[in-house]
């Protein structure tokens, strides 16, 4: 499948949702020779349709970076998006094995990845409640845009999407709420009393309330450091333990075959002499 507009030609690469509303794609334009992905998003419901394009005309959001290209295609509405290897909090973020101060930080990563993201509230709110959000292996919050349109709002505001966010920051905070952290506290009473209404507003508290970070000494950076990369060093691991199972297992081949490990016997008939001295008499 194929969409075409002036700026691409964008090939689907897969199939990441199909309903009545609007189907979502992962896709490569076919045209770049860079292997750049996008999020494409086809619109179908001409009512909601006609309520992003209002949306649209009446921002700047038609020109936002997150917003990449807007265009029709077999009489759908396609928005295209960047695209992001899916890495979502829900299934990598292990709050109750970081210490508060990292969990915070987190929190404040969430923030404000919501606060750059450039979207029409409506969109963005569709995101969080969603829960497309992806943390990266060094602690930073970037949001998906695989997102089902069927509660699509157009009179959705700030006041909604930071109330959504502010939920997301409790769900982080939470696994150290035992330790009766101001942030968390603060955090969940407004919430309960519904008191946000910007994200200026959940800013400033995060801020305030945060645990005060102390200097941490060699081995706390060096296990962070640890934490923040166990994945790459998995994957380092699992490769060398395939490459040592290959050797071990022509090691047995070559001497059930030959009655001896033959690159053991290369080497050793190589150090056997050196120079003039045959050190095997």
Known sequence: MIFESSKARLSVVKVSLKNEINDVYVCRDIRSSAKTLYTVIAVHDHTIVKQILNMLQETAYS??????????SEGDFVMVFPYQQERLLDKFYMGKSYPITRCEDIAMNMLIACIGSHLPWSLLYLVLEQRRVNIASDDEIFL???????????????RNCVYSCAKIILDILEPQSSDKTISYQLLSRKVANSSYSRFSELYRDIRIAAVPKKKRGIIARLKNWFMRNRDRFFAILLRVSVVLAIIAILSLISQLIFGEVLWLAFLYNHFEIIGTENLAR
Do not use: C, M
């Open 144 to 158: 998906g845009y695989e997102i089902e349109l069927a509660d699509f709002d157009p009179d959705i505001g700030e």
């Open 63 to 72: 020109k936002s970076d997150r917003i990449i290209d807007t265009f029709t």
